[in-house]
């Protein structure tokens, strides 16, 4: 008895055209961010070392030990 069978609602495939805009302006943003990651990793190649800071520290302290040690003789 198809008297009694409600119909399928359609399906449609429709985009507005302000999400058609911010699809693409959503694909720009995410291509930004990654180029702003990638910089970031590069700046951080360039920052000096923890280890090396130390022996640096180490050796402004052993060279004013011996500046003082030279200056009360």
Partial sequence: M???KQRKSRGFNYIPRNEK???NEDEELKTQ???VK???KL???RIISLPLLIVFLGMI???W???THYQTT
């Fill in 38 to 40: 990638r910089q970031g």
């Fill in 43 to 45: 700046k951080n190649r």
């Fill in 33 to 35: 961010w990654q180029s």
């Fill in 2 to 4: 198809s008297l009694f």
């Fill in 61 to 63: 302290i052993a060279l």
């Fill in 65 to 67: 030990y011996l500046l």
């Fill in 21 to 23: 805009s911010s699809l």
